[in-house]
């Protein structure tokens, strides 16, 4: 042992512990839900050191959701299939048919009545009404609307619905809230045996089957080019080799 005298032995000092920043730590997604409090915010260039990888952004106050309506038919929506929308986006090549449902979704009152003449539903599409009656019979062919009287028409209910609708009063009528459950609508057209079947019991099978063969012909006739345009090729090189 050196006979030289030591010096003082210092104490270890305790290690700092740093505070816990105040926003959630422990899970990162627990804090989307809570409202960050003014002391958190009050200085963000603290904030922005406490969280070095991030980055910070400040938005305006979410707006509430509005609901377009008209006063006429305010708040006035349809229930629709979305089974239906996918079937009709590949059964139907045109944009007049989507036209033509999407007018009739959107006059349908409750219940599923249209109350539209197809010299109305041409002047709104701006085409000629042959145009419009030659594709109302398409549609009609598949189920999907099926005509009341002249200029009154019934959408199916299981593809599209509103089920609720509210007339304002006037001078002489009160205003009037009205709604039609949709199995009272599907049972009175099921009980109408005067309907085709498939009114009367809707399915989408038969444009299912039909999309199918479409696509079996369009995918023949690929083919069929396909292979015109590679006896052509090879009938070109044929020449040149010879020449």
């Given at each position: ?14 290690k ?7 926003l ?9 839900g ?7 915010v ?18 305006a ?68 009404r ?5 594709t ?22 299981p ?9 304002p009063g006037?001078?002489?009528t009160?205003p009037?809230?009205?709604?039609v459950e949709q ?13 085709p ?22 995918a023949?006739?690929?083919a ?8 052509e090729?090879?009938k070109?090189s044929g020449s040149?080799?010879?020449?």
């Amino acid at each position: 042992m050196s006979a030289e005298p030591q010096g003082r032995r210092t104490a270890a000092k305790p290690k700092r512990v740093l505070a816990q920043p105040a926003l959630p730590l422990e899970d990162p997604t627990a804090g989307w839900g809570r409202r960050a409090r003014r002391s958190t915010v009050e200085d963000l260039t603290e904030l922005a050191d406490q969280y070095p990888d991030r980055d910070l952004f400040l938005s305006a106050e979410r707006q509430r959701v509005e609901f377009y309506s008209s006063p006429e038919q305010p708040n006035a929506f349809s229930m629709d299939s979305l089974e239906f929308f996918l079937v009709l986006v590949q059964y139907f090549r045109e944009a007049l048919p989507f036209r033509v449902i999407l007018l009739l979704i959107a006059c349908q009152r409750a219940g599923g009545r249209i109350h539209l003449t197809q010299e109305e539903m041409a002047t709104v599409l701006d085409v000629p009404r042959r145009r419009v009656n030659e594709t109302l019979v398409e549609i009609m062919e598949h189920g999907i609307v099926f005509k009341v009287a002249r200029g009154v028409y019934q959408f199916n209910p299981p593809y599209s619905y509103r089920v609720a609708e509210w007339l304002p009063g006037t001078e002489s009528t009160k205003p009037v809230y009205r709604k039609v459950e949709q199995g009272e609508a599907i049972s009175e057209i099921r009980g109408d045996k005067a309907l085709p079947d498939l009114v009367r019991f809707p399915s989408l099978e038969t444009m299912r089957q039909e999309i199918e063969r479409l696509r079996k012909e369009r995918a023949k006739a690929r083919a069929e080019r396909a292979a015109a345009r590679a006896a052509e090729a090879m009938k070109e090189s044929g020449s040149d080799e010879q020449c």
